[in-house]
């Protein structure tokens, strides 16, 4: 199924043709406020927002907000700006994103290539995982993390973020794989072929679409995860999304907007990169994964 | 002879292989999901304050639970929620979805820019909306300051009316996505059947009442679930737009649970609203995922 062009039997006239592109066009206005909103006044002196200047664009450009939110803002109580926990953010998705990705692969493979009596079963209570509200697993994970000795570590939020997104990786995998011919499977097997062997040699070579998919979805939501972040990270590997919060709700001082609204900016960059890059091979890769089926 | 065992192993090896490949990650979710979901429902039968505790209470925390009227407004606040927020996301999407299926020019950039706000964290969704909707520098201030004197827009420090700005922010966020799942949907309809209806002489509205729409079944059950289940579990788009305030009047079950767990001490009350929620969201997810997965064999 493609998504990009079909045609569609419906057809318009032109006043109904113009108030579509009215429609389509207001909403656009409407999903771009929140962003147009951020960028003008993350470059704007403070006195410009609280005078009412907030809709306005710049009228003294200025990039200070953006090297304070980076740099030297106050968050806690160390006047660090939102660098180190940026990298906090890099060091946990990065490993988290390779981890579940890789075991949604072999998970995948398994589930489709080796099939065995409850594999379906099995697959249902991974999946099923992944729509908990997280709230019930805070208490035990916490202790958990303690027991480990993993507890406001780097890597207990890595863990945390692999255990909590295996299931979708894994329905990513399942489903495309659940598609690949199992002709070429038994060929290799007779050719003597191994389960890595198998799963490296033919399936692998093969999986670009759905590993776009699956590592576009795990960076989104590690990077924008903020409950597992506030709940379990210590003070040097808290995320870029408790940073920003711990910014924007500080109570001392003046509520410098134009920091807030660059720290936001600098909070949502990566996804949004990542998004704007990669995001129609998330679309198509989605279609070919799920709908398939 | 000591081949033939080589080979032996080598076999069964292969044959224990692919089970034993998918042990760990099943081993990490029975441990991390099952075993601490059981866990949590313990504790809520508990004492359990600061620290869990083993002392057995029996239902007494369910019972302070529906006591409390910091609970009672969570919940009430979540119907609110969750009844606005489905429905809007829903027509809105599939509006937005019929609208951009018309052959519109430049349907690539709408519909990156109806989906863009999906990649964000509620963080900074939250952020943004806050201060664009803040009476004293956001959109009053602007239209006051533009002339329009008498102009009021204080919802969001309103106990009234704060709810519906969280509606509006999550709206805002999710409507792109579910507007990509109609699409979808509509690009997956047959044709044939429009243009034979067409020929008998079917008005567009009726094309898409009589035909269209029933046929997107689907795409609006995965809607449903999946805007229902982000409902009830939305907790960071409120503590980054008002943190729950004004007073209480915008406290979700998901806050709540948050602030008596980990601020308030009272593990046993916070265990028992987390079951609630799972207890909900099971009741949702699990015909849902029992019949997708029945199909498929």
């Known amino acids: 199924m493609s998504v990009a062009s079909q045609d569609t039997a419906i057809r318009t006239g032109r006043v109904t043709r113009a108030l579509i592109y009215l429609v389509l066009l207001l909403f656009a206005l409407f999903y771009m406020l929140p962003l147009y909103v951020m960028v003008v006044n993350s470059v704007k002196p403070l006195d410009e927002i609280t005078g009412g200047g907030m809709m306005n664009l710049p009228q003294a450009f200025t990039l200070e907000p953006w090297a304070k939110a980076w740099s030297s803002a106050q968050i806690g109580v160390d006047p660090t700006g939102l660098a180190p926990y940026f990298w906090n953010s890099i060091k946990m998705v990065v490993p988290a994103v390779v981890i579940s990705t890789v075991l949604g692969a072999l998970n995948g493979y398994v589930l489709t290539k080796w099939r065995f009596r409850g594999d379906t079963i099995l697959f249902g209570l991974m999946l099923f995982a992944c729509f908990i509200p997280f709230q019930i697993v805070l208490i035990p994970m916490a202790r958990m993390l303690g027991m480990m000795g993993m507890a406001g570590t780097t890597w207990g939020l890595v863990l945390v973020h692999v255990v909590y997104g295996i299931g979708f990786t894994t329905l990513y995998f399942r489903n495309y794989y659940a598609v690949f011919p199992m002709e070429l499977i038994r060929a290799a097997q007779i050719d003597g072929a191994g389960f890595f062997q198998i799963f490296w040699r033919i399936l692998l070579p093969s999986s670009g679409p759905i590993a776009v998919v699956s590592i576009i979805w795990q960076f989104t939501n590690i990077w924008n995860d903020f409950l597992f972040g506030a709940s379990f990270a210590g003070a040097d590997s808290q995320p870029m999304t408790v940073a920003l919060n711990n910014l924007v709700q500080s109570s001392t001082g003046v509520k410098e907007y134009n920091v807030h609204f660059a720290g936001a900016i600098l909070a949502a960059l990566p996804t949004l990169l990542v998004y704007i890059v990669a995001g129609r091979y998330f679309v198509r890769g989605l279609m070919a994964g799920s709908v398939k089926g | 002879m000591a081949q033939t065992a080589d080979a032996d192993f080598k076999t069964r090896l292969q044959s224990w292989l692919p089970k034993l490949v998918l042990s760990p990650s099943l081993a990490m979710v029975l441990v991390f999901v099952y075993g601490f979901i059981i866990f949590s429902v313990y504790l809520s039968f508990t004492d359990s304050r600061l620290l869990p505790s083993y002392g057995w209470v029996g239902w007494e925390n369910y019972s302070k639970l529906w006591r409390l009227s910091h609970w009672e407004i969570s919940l009430k606040n979540m119907g609110i929620f969750a009844a606005l927020y489905i429905t809007i996301c829903t027509v809105l999407g599939l509006g937005l979805a019929i609208f951009l299926d018309q052959k519109v020019r430049a349907e690539g950039v709408i519909r990156t820019i109806y989906l863009y706000p999906m990649a964000l964290s509620f963080i900074v969704t939250g952020t943004a909306w806050k201060w664009f909707l803040d009476p004293g520098i956001g959109l009053e201030n602007v239209l006051q300051t533009w002339g329009w004197t ?6 969001i420090k309103n106990r009234n009316f704060a709810i519906y700005t969280v509606v509006l922010a999550a709206v805002w966020q999710t409507s792109g996505f579910v507007m990509a799942m109609f699409l979808a949907g509509l690009r997956g309809i047959d044709n044939e059947i429009l243009k034979a209806a067409q020929m008998d002489g079917a008005s567009n509205w009726n094309l898409y009442r009589r035909i269209i729409i029933p046929q997107l079944r689907p795409a609006f059950l995965s809607a ?48 028992a609203s987390a079951t609630i929620m799972l207890m909900t969201i099971a009741a949702i997810m699990i015909p849902y995922l029992y019949a997708e997965l029945r199909e498929k064999k």
């Open chain 2, 150 to 155: 008498s102009f009021e827009f204080d919802w």
């Open chain 2, 224 to 271: 449903f679930v999946i805007l229902s289940h982000l409902a009830i579990k939305t907790f960071d788009l409120v503590i980054a737009l008002t943190g729950g305030g004004p007073g209480r009047a915008t406290e979700l079950p998901a806050t709540f649970m948050y602030s008596y767990t980990f601020s308030r001490n009272q593990m046993g009350i916070g265990a």
